[in-house]
Nanobody, 122 residues
Framework: QVQLVESGGGLVQPGGSLRLSCAASGSIFSINSMGWYRQAPGKQREQVAAITTDYYTTYIGSVKGRFTISRDNAKNTVYLQMNSLKPEDTAVYYC????????????????WGQGTQVTVSS
């Protein structure tokens, strides 16, 4: 089993920054790819960014240039640095893990954290 625990969410003004963390524990050898997803009220869950063990990354278009996903394999932790935040970034953010290559669809990820709320508002 793998446990994922997110932290770092909160309330921030437009233009501000937050860094989310996702700490993995348990059978972490089964995780190759990690992703950050978000879900706003009334909307489908969408993948924001993903990263492999060899640091290949992908992003959705709306966050490119503003968000950066990274990982520290020694600490079993994945980060999402979010800069220039906008009100439309408001959502619950989840980290997810899977074996194998990066995937876009949420159903392909086996492990999920509990989520952390990010609210961008003045």
């Amino acid at each position: 089993q793998v446990q994922l625990v997110e932290s770092g969410g909160g309330l921030v003004q437009p233009g501000g920054s937050l860094r989310l963390s996702c700490a993995a524990s348990g059978s972490i050898f089964s995780i190759n790819s990690m992703g950050w997803y978000r879900q706003a009220p009334g909307k489908q869950r969408e993948q924001v960014a993903a990263i492999t063990t060899d640091y290949y990354t992908t992003y959705i278009g709306s966050v490119k240039g503003r968000f950066t996903i990274s990982r520290d394999n020694a600490k079993n932790t994945v980060y999402l640095q979010m800069n220039s935040l906008k009100p439309e970034d408001t959502a619950v953010y989840y980290c997810a893990g899977k074996n194998g290559v990066i995937a876009n669809e949420a159903y392909e990820y086996n492990y999920w954290g509990q989520g952390t709320q990010v609210t961008v508002s003045s």
